[in-house]
């Protein structure tokens, strides 16, 4: 399915840092393809973590940014996409996050974020402050 069909449909791509198995390079590159088009997708790599592992640090990121999802899906009153995402972003780079209105996203660098607890989440399993 080509990827813009796909771009109001939150995805989670998550990989570890020190993956020698799937490495994090396919994954980054999807997100990175998606975000070009305003894709409402959330990226990270955990540093120091091999395939399969480091879910346990990641869990609760996870499961706040599923409940997040559906708590924005299903605002409308139906489930559906996300086509107004002004939310968190955080940036790749510095693993910083802001409200999404707070500054314009530099789609590059900048990852989907939905909602200010997950945000938070993210930066912790990124590795930010």
Same mark, same amino acid.
């Given at each position: 399915?080509?990827? $813009?069909?796909?771009?109001?449909?939150?995805?989670?791509?998550?990989?570890?840092?020190?993956?020698?198995?799937?490495?994090?390079?396919?994954?980054?590159?999807?997100?990175?393809?998606? =975000?070009?088009?305003?894709?409402?997708?959330? %990226?990270? +790599?955990?540093?120091?973590?091999?395939?399969?592992?480091?879910? @346990?640090?990641?869990?609760? %990121?996870?499961? &706040?940014?599923? @409940?997040?999802? +559906? /708590?924005? /899906?299903?605002? =409308?009153? @139906?489930?559906?996409? +996300?086509?107004?995402?002004?939310?968190? /972003?955080?940036?790749? =780079?510095? &693993?910083? +996050?802001?409200?999404? $209105?707070? &500054?314009?996203?530099?789609?590059?660098?900048?990852?989907?974020?939905?909602? $200010?607890?997950?945000?938070?989440?993210?930066? @912790?399993?990124?590795?930010?402050?």
């Amino acid at each position: 399915m080509a990827v $813009e069909v796909l771009r109001h449909t939150p995805a989670l791509l998550l990989a570890g840092g020190t993956d020698a198995v799937a490495g994090s390079e396919d994954a980054e590159k999807l997100w990175t393809q998606g =975000r070009a088009l305003g894709a409402v997708w959330t %990226f990270g +790599i955990q540093p120091g973590q091999g395939h399969g592992a480091g879910l @346990e640090a990641a869990t609760a %990121f996870m499961l &706040s940014w599923m @409940e997040a999802v +559906i /708590r924005l /899906r299903v605002s =409308r009153g @139906e489930v559906g996409g +996300i086509t107004q995402p002004s939310t968190w /972003r955080g940036d790749r =780079r510095s &693993s910083q +996050i802001h409200p999404g $209105e707070a &500054s314009p996203p530099d789609l590059a660098h900048t990852v989907w974020l939905p909602d $200010e607890k997950t945000a938070k989440l993210w930066q @912790e399993v990124v590795g930010g402050k």
